[in-house]
């Protein structure tokens, strides 16, 4: 099992008062090469749940249960331990690709440096695995776009970087916490569809993370439904979206567009 969360529950203390529980017992497994969808709306806890797997959890935060990745508990890391997981094992890919980038360094720069750092790369063998890279997430004319700065880009293209910084070292999970809600909706599926080939083509797992059912259905194998910090259902995706056992789910799919509910009825072999 690549990822195995189990009973999760995470509060907030407050400065007054007692601490705020955000997320209420939750457990979901991911296999390796698997899709995890994980749906819900604003402040369902997808955001605190993520933050959790990759060991981020602002230290107002108390967490308790497990959560395994490849069988070691992240909730019992030591910062150290969790800074070779960060990247190495998981790499996240954020919803503003600025906050992986650097503004003043030009994006190859920044794709190298970390692979001079973490894998001992000579100079010209990161810029050329950074070209790899960029060309890897689809970068139109890479071999130029290398030595842009992320203001050149257009927001789909730094969400490529972003997702390029991500793979960079490797990992055996990505992290994706609403990876497209910045961008415009064709650009949106474009990225989409890159990042949804490269984790099939690598073998990586990936959890994806949105309130948009529709993106999820597009690429989630299976999905977690979250509904202010509990589980509302979780499944293979398939079986979630015809067969939701919840009202709550029910609801989600009921307002998507009618373009994709009718996609999810036609392909009811
Ligand atoms: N640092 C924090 N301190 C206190 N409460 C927090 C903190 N971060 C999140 N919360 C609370 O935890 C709950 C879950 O928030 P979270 O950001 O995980 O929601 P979300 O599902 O990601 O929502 P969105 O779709 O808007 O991104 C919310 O009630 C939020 O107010
Ligand atoms: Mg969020």
Redesign the pocket.
């Given at each position: 099992m690549m990822l195995s969360v189990q009973d999760l529950r995470v509060s907030?203390a407050r400065e007054y008062g007692d601490p705020?529980e955000?997320i209420h017992g939750i457990s979901v497994d991911l296999e390796k090469g698997e899709t995890l969808g994980i749906v819900?709306?604003?402040?369902?806890?997808?955001?605190?749940?993520s933050l959790a797997t990759m060991g981020l959890l602002?230290r107002?935060?108390r967490a308790s249960g497990k959560i395994l990745l490849d069988g070691e508990d992240i909730l019992t890391m030591s910062e150290r331990q969790l800074c070779r997981v960060r990247g190495r094992k998981i790499g996240m890919i954020f919803q503003e690709p600025m906050t992986a980038l650097n503004p003043s360094m030009r994006v190859g720069a920044q794709i190298a440096e970390g692979l001079r750092l973490n894998r001992a790369l000579s100079r010209r063998d990161a810029r050329a695995e950074a070209l790899r890279l960029l060309e890897m997430v689809q970068i139109p004319r890479a071999a130029e776009r290398i030595d842009s700065f992320p203001h050149e880009m257009s927001g789909g293209q730094r969400q490529r970087v972003g997702i390029a910084i991500a793979l960079a070292l490797e990992p055996e999970l990505l992290i994706a916490?609403?990876p497209t809600t910045a961008l415009d909706v064709t650009v949106q599926a474009e990225v989409l569809g890159i990042l949804d080939e490269l984790v099939s083509e690598l073998g990586i797992s990936l959890v994806l993370?949105s309130?948009d059912l529709g993106v999820i259905a597009r690429i989630a194998d299976r999905t977690l439904v979250?509904y202010r910090?509990d589980e509302m259902e979780q499944g293979e995706t398939e079986q979630v979206l015809r067969r939701p056992s919840h009202e709550y789910t029910r609801k989600l799919i009921s307002a998507l567009p009618g373009r994709v509910r009718a996609s999810l009825e036609m392909s009811d072999g």
């Open positions: 907030f705020v955000v819900g709306e604003s402040g369902s806890g997808k955001s605190v749940l602002p107002t935060a916490d609403e993370i309130h979250m910090g």
